[in-house]
């Protein structure tokens, strides 16, 4: 699902929003996370999950092309765990595996 998609599902079951009003709401909601994992700090949307963020050490690469070393500096990741309520609604309905 994109963006507008979202948008466009919660605008139709939220008749009584405008569509310009969803659009502000969720991209309102998009700020605030990306703002508080810039800052560091851990977002959880209880049902849903916890967006946090990981530190991968600096190592080194391979380019892939050539397969010369490279190397590849210190970065921060954003990750996301998914919650218990989201895993089982997802997991709902489906087949397990038979070994």
Do not use: C, Q, W, Y
């Not at 008749?15 to 309102?28: F, G, M, N, Q």
């Not at 590849?72 to 309520?85: L, Q």
Request: glycine share 8%; proline share 5%.
């Amino acid at each position: 699902m994109t963006k507008s998609e979202l948008i466009a599902e919660l605008s139709a079951a939220n008749p009584h929003l405008l569509a310009r009003d969803v659009e502000t709401i969720v991209a309102t909601i998009f700020n605030e996370i990306s703002a508080a994992l810039s800052r560091g700090e851990r977002v959880e949307l209880r049902g849903f999950g916890a967006f946090t963020i990981k530190k991968r050490d600096a190592r080194t690469g391979r380019n892939p092309r050539t397969g010369e070393a490279v190397p590849v500096d210190e970065k921060v990741v954003p990750f996301f765990k998914a919650g218990k309520e989201l895993r089982e609604r997802v997991n709902r309905g489906k087949p397990s595996a038979v070994a």
